[in-house]
């Protein structure tokens, strides 16, 4: 476990409110690495993939940034759109 992780293990001990933040932010930033990857390994920009997965670029943008609350149904929407399947794991 790295720092950061032991760090932020730590803190939502001491405040689990945190927990939910947390895991959102975390879900987030995977959408944006798997959503980037579906984009380039398509070869398109930001404009193109989201012409051709039927959303706005500034969503695409704010969902590879991280900024933006993903949720699962939007994830497969875009995955179903580009021909791509979403596998979910719990861990």
Do not use: C
């Amino acid at each position: 476990m790295s720092f950061i992780d032991n760090y932020i293990e730590k803190r939502i001990e001491q405040n689990p409110k945190l927990a939910k933040g947390f895991a959102q932010e975390d879900f987030n930033l995977n959408a944006g690495v798997i959503v980037r990857k579906m984009r380039d390994d398509l070869n398109m920009t930001q404009k193109e993939f989201a012409s051709y997965v039927g959303k706005s670029q500034a969503t695409i943008s704010r969902i590879e940034s991280g900024s933006m609350n993903v949720s699962v149904g939007l994830l497969s929407e875009i995955a179903n759109a580009a021909h791509r399947k979403i596998k979910l794991v719990l861990v």
